[in-house]
């Protein structure tokens, strides 16, 4: 091996650091040792090295920038003698105190909306941003899970699962349509709580329901489709989601039997996205007739969007089996694991009719190149191991402890409310006699400390007020609290403006 010096042009690299992007050019001649001292005090100050942070060996970040270890050792004991750094043996040299900062004037913290600005009659696409973040003491938001009832004692089991038997080509680009090995666990799961048989490479694994509206939407243009019918009352964000990606959204009437197919049939849509299982906001299921008749419209060539909405949040009455495995090649199926376990893993799935596949698999290859492949296979594993259904049946048990409550809440509170949608689901709907806005309630709601969330939003034509109310992530006491609140304004809905 030769061990010649290298020749000038492999030594033409200016000498530098990863480490806070430093450059020995920079230095001033003679002075590099001041030059490093002034470089990493500054850096201690703002916080790109933190206190508790660890600086590089003085060996390491020598040849870095290419200087003798006797500055970087220099610089460092400077530093520690100004008491911002300490040696601690094998654990390095270590961050212990930033330097005191100028005093600078904090700008004013931005004001709270006030509660009346944030429910308009007419909400905007932020609006459910800006309501998540306003301040409330009890949230009775609806469609929000028990968060604290995560299982992650079993995702961390599953995790350590996965990577144990994980292979370095699964770390690569995948198939944009998701991991085989949850394409396979949704299909199985599908077929046994939701009765629609599948074949795993139909299964199109995507960011939640939202997104697939999103690719149903790009993917049904250019067929044709620009107008979906929705239900009415029906969920606002469904409506706003496909409105963004330019789709007219029809309003047809929900009743007590579900959606009125004869409207459907009258409105000349050619697609029409509704939740049968569990209707959003009302909590009506779609009824067998109604069902006869949604399947012979479709037969006669309607295409049918069904989200299967909290479906399997079921207590008192028995399961009711998915559109999609009556008639698949004329519904279009989507669900998520955003009520199950939690809306932050962005995990769900998707089955479209033959002909529509490949546009719908084009625009999921271009929105993202597939979802994020470990959380996939640590929820395929969660799915085949069992934990998943172990997590449901804890769930269940809890959502009828916590609906009972706010039934019992309701009555005691609200004695003239009416009830909708107690049977399944993580909310209840409830409509009131009363001539005041249901938006204005929700207000002065909120001035209280509570949050809930308008009917009135959710409806595209007149509706009696009402409010839409979650219980899955409260205590009992919580939602007694939350709902005398509720009954507290709207005995005196003029407290509403602070």
Request: proline fraction near 8%.
């Amino acid at each position: 091996m030769s061990r010649a010096k290298p020749r000038a042009p492999e030594r033409s690299i200016t000498a530098g650091s990863d480490f806070l992007h430093l450059t020995i050019t920079d230095a001033p001649s003679g002075g590099r040792a001041d030059w490093l001292v002034g470089r990493l005090r500054q850096a201690i100050a703002d916080g790109r090295v933190p206190v508790g942070g660890r600086l590089p060996a003085t060996r390491v970040l020598a040849a870095d920038l290419g200087v003798s270890r006797g500055v970087v050792t220099e610089a460092y004991q400077r530093l520690t003698e100004e008491g911002h750094v300490t040696g601690r043996g094998r654990a390095g040299t270590v961050v212990v105190a930033a330097p005191a900062a100028p005093a600078t004037s904090a700008p004013a913290p931005a004001a709270a909306p006030a509660p009346d600005a944030l429910f308009p009659p007419a909400p905007g696409s932020d609006i459910f941003d800006a309501v998540r973040a306003a301040s409330a003491t009890i949230d009775l938001t609806p469609g929000v899970p028990d968060l604290a009832a995560f299982p992650r004692a079993d995702w961390l089991r599953a995790e350590r699962t996965v990577l144990r038997h994980l292979a370095a080509a699964d770390l690569g680009y995948g198939d944009p349509c998701g991991a085989p090995a949850l394409r396979r666990a949704v299909a199985a799961w599908l077929a046994r709580s939701r009765g629609v048989a599948v074949d795993p490479v139909e299964v199109i694994i995507v960011a939640g329901v939202s997104q697939a509206l999103g690719l149903l939407a790009q993917a049904l243009g250019p067929a044709g489709i620009d107008r979906i019918a929705v239900e009415d009352p029906g969920s606002l964000g469904v409506r706003q989601h496909l409105n963004n990606w330019g789709v007219h959204t029809p309003p047809v009437t929900v009743d007590g039997a579900g959606l009125r197919v004869d409207e459907l049939a009258a409105s000349g849509a050619p697609a029409v996205m509704l939740t049968p299982a569990h209707q959003f906001p009302t909590g009506v299921v779609l009824d067998g007739d109604r069902r006869r008749q949604l399947l012979d419209w479709a037969r006669a060539g309607g295409l049918i969007i069904e989200d299967d909405y909290d479906a399997e949040h079921r207590y008192d009455r028995p399961p009711v089996p998915a559109l999609r495995g009556l008639l698949p090649e004329q519904v279009c199926y989507a669900g998520s694991v955003s009520k199950l376990l939690a809306p932050a893993l962005r995990v769900g799935w998707l089955l479209v009719p033959q002909r529509h596949r490949e546009a719908v698999v084009a625009a999921k290859r271009n929105a993202d190149l597939g979802n994020a492949v470990l959380p996939q296979l640590v929820l395929a594993e969660l799915m085949t191991s069992g934990a998943l259904e172990r997590q449901l049946r804890l769930l269940r048990r809890r959502h009828i402890r916590r609906r009972d409550a706010m039934i019992a809440a309701l009555t005691r509170h609200l004695p003239g409310a009416r009830v909708h949608g107690a049977a399944a689901g993580l909310h209840l709907t409830v409509t009131l006699d009363t001539e005041l806005a249901d938006t204005e309630l929700a207000a002065a709601t909120l001035a209280r400390g509570v949050k809930v969330q308008p009917l009135s939003w959710h409806c595209q034509r007149p509706h009696r007020p009402g409010l839409v109310l979650g219980y899955a992530a409260n205590t009992a006491s919580d939602i007694d609290e939350g709902v005398a609140t509720i009954a507290s304004a709207l005995r005196q809905p003029r407290r509403a403006t602070p």
